[in-house]
């Protein structure tokens, strides 16, 4: 623990660094205090969103102290980007990895030798590299900070094998305290990756991880290209990313917007390199407006202006999702994250996951269900995010969100409704999935419907003048608010406890739909929107009460607040 007097005057030397070479003048929330405990010699681990300014929380520090600070970076071209842009503010710093000559590793290890070198990035298994640490050892390290540093946890959404050897830092480096840097980390990760790095008595500081100025909606696809392209028009000539399930996908819905007339390029792991990466600089400097890619793209990309984030189909977790969406907006302007999904796209992830170890694939599919629980619960898309993060937010969002903006409504006979859809999944002796369910209440032809017995018919067509996509998204937020259970493999419906409460007529669960409203509604209520009158038509209890039980789900899960530090 640092004294105050020591911890204020870091912070005045800390503050005069940031000035004179980065030109900004104050900190970001919890940039002060990460930087403190690296001036400390403390071990920590910091959790920022995505675009907080992690980097700054090293940065500066190295700037402050004697030595060389090590810092470990998953990529070759963040690294490169990092040290560029460090170059560029006048510090010295470096890089090595497989790129370099060996001329010019020649000359960091030189640099290194004359101690005038303050950063030096490097990759995981590059720094198990003996003689690289033999001239560590040499040079004064003052500490080693490891960014992406969910990639050493196995739990975490992109786990890097090499990450595992950065156990063996501890012992080597025993008396230099170790920082790690991660946007995201549930609290199972967070402990995971204390555990890996060896961290000792870490200071652990939770950054804020709502981003007010972006909002979210969700959508159910019917038209995925027409659903795209209405949010590309509301931007024209501005950044946006489309992120697609699979390389397939971005390739057809790149395609699709040239033809549109947009400019678009593709980014996935199947181009050769040079394409990859130049598409990614195309993007970087306004060449082309989009991105369309999978998952395999933005780890690292520093881009402020991007002014909206697609989703064309379901992320593939919610942590995925908040990393994702949060690269839209990074300058702090408005920005925002429309998600498309549809249920088929939980069969797309299991064959993209399919040659996983089995336990590893139980664990992505279970966070896959978890992430089109979101898009089912109808609550305040930021309190849903964030409280995945052990985080509440006391006030919904406003009109950050769909849900918010009243883009739905309640469904009037919620009561019946849901008594159909119960007593459908009863009579078919709980024996069924979703699908099977709403196609028989629709009144489906389909020959496997008609085929079956006849008692498990007795609620055929209850529904039929409602669309299939309408019931199975009813079934679904059944499902979400804990009526209904999906289980085992093949996620059959089941009646839960409260679920038969409602048979009896003991309890009323909310159903939600889409509002149907004519233009000049919409258009008048957007504009009550602006004039602060956001709540009109909107069904408070409702929302208070769809939101207990979104609070009640997460205690469910063991999410506990967590200490937040922040301005
Ligand atoms: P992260 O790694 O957390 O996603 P970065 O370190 O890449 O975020 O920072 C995101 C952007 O915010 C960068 O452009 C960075 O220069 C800027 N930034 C960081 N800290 C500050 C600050 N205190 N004041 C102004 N801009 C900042
Ligand atoms: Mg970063
Ligand atoms: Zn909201």
Known sequence: MTNRMETESHTESLREIIEEYWGYDEFRPLQEAAMVSVMAARDSLVVLPTGGGKSLCYQVPAMAMEGLAVVVSPLISLMKDQVDALKACGIPAAYLNSTLSWDESREVFDEMQAGTLKLLYVAPE??????????????????????????????????????????????????????????????????????????????????????????????????????????????????????????????????????????????????????????????????????????????????????????????????????????????????????????????????????????????????????????????????????????????????GCDVCRGDYELVKDSLVVSQKILSSVYRQDQRFGTSYTASVLKGSRDKKVLGNQHDQLSTYGLLKKESLATIRNWINQLVAQHYLQKAGEYQLLRLTEIGWEVMKGDREPKLIQPRIESKSERASRRSQEVQGDAWAGVDQDLFQELRQLRLETAEDRQLKPYMVFSD
């Open 126 to 399: 590059r720094l198990m590299n003996s003689y690289l640490l033999e001239k560590l050892v040499q040079a004064k390290v003052s500490f080693i900070a490891i960014d992406e540093a969910h990639c050493v946890s196995m739990w975490g959404h992109d786990f890097r094998p090499h990450y595992r050897e950065l156990k063996q830092i501890r012992e080597i480096f025993p008396n230099i305290s170790i920082h790690g840097y991660t946007a995201t980390a549930t609290e199972q990760v967070r402990e995971d990756i204390a555990n890996q790095l060896q961290l000792i008595e870490p200071e652990i500081l939770v950054g804020p991880f709502d981003r007010p100025n972006l909002s979210y909606s969700v959508e159910q696809i019917n038209d995925r290209l027409q659903q795209i392209r209405a949010v590309v028009e509301r931007h024209p000539d501005e950044s946006g990313i489309v992120y697609c399930i699979s390389r397939k996908e971005v390739e057809n819905v790149s395609n699709a917007l040239n033809e549109m007339g947009y400019r678009a390029l593709p980014y996935h792991a199947g181009l050769p390199d040079d394409d990859r990466s130049g598409n990614q600089e195309s993007f970087i400097q306004d060449r082309t407006d989009i991105i369309v890619a999978t998952i395999a793209f933005g780890m690292g990309v520093d881009k402020p202006n991007v002014r909206y984030v697609i989703h064309s189909g379901l992320p593939k977790s919610i942590e995925n999702y908040q990393q994702e969406s949060g690269r839209a907006g990074r300058d702090g302007l408005e920005a925002e994250c429309c998600l498309f999904y549809s249920e088929a796209d939980l069969y797309s992830w299991e064959r993209i996951l399919s040659d996983q170890p089995e336990a590893v694939n139980q664990a992505s599919m279970n966070s896959i269900r978890a992430m089109l629980g979101y898009c089912h619960a109808y609550v305040c898309r930021h309190q849903q995010l964030v409280a995945h993060f052990g985080q509440s937010l006391e006030e919904t969002c406003g009109h």
